[in-house]
């Protein structure tokens, strides 16, 4: 059974930094695309950056790129996404994903599996 638990979420001013992770558990780790999505209320759920299973290769939604940081512990289990110089519009549920893919996919139905979100709240 493969389950995705996130943690790190909370409340911080703008311009904060927070890190979020998520521990994977059920499944061959290394063998997935690991993803961030964040979904904002009245908004669909968007994408935020992922990282192929090497770690050799990340994408980045245009409005995180050189904010934020994806990385994995393949040792761990676990996905991080270090965010930095925060925005009040960075608010929404943070969601992890995996897809069992050697590519990455910015398409949240190409994720086979969802952790249940954290909350990230910034204030101005």
């Known amino acids: 059974q493969v389950q995705l638990v996130e943690s790190g979420g909370g409340l911080m001013q703008a311009g904060g930094s927070l890190r979020l992770s998520c521990a994977a558990s059920?499944?061959?780790?290394?063998?997935?695309?690991m993803g961030w999505f964040r979904q904002a209320p009245g908004k669909e759920r968007e994408f935020v950056a992922s990282?192929?299973?090497?770690?050799?290769?990340?994408a980045y939604a245009d409005s995180v790129k050189g904010r934020f940081t994806i990385s994995r512990d393949n040792a761990k289990n676990t996905v991080y996404l270090q965010m930095n110089s925060l925005k009040t519009e960075d608010s929404a549920v943070y969601y992890c994903?995996?897809?069992?893919?050697?590519?990455?996919?910015?398409?949240?139905?190409?994720?086979?599996?969802w952790g249940q979100g954290t909350q990230v709240t910034v204030s101005s």
């Open positions: 994903a995996c897809r069992r893919s050697t590519s990455s996919s910015f398409i949240p139905n190409e994720y086979e599996f």
């Open positions: 059920g499944l061959t780790f290394s063998s997935y695309v």
């Open positions: 990282i192929t299973w090497t770690g050799s290769r990340t």
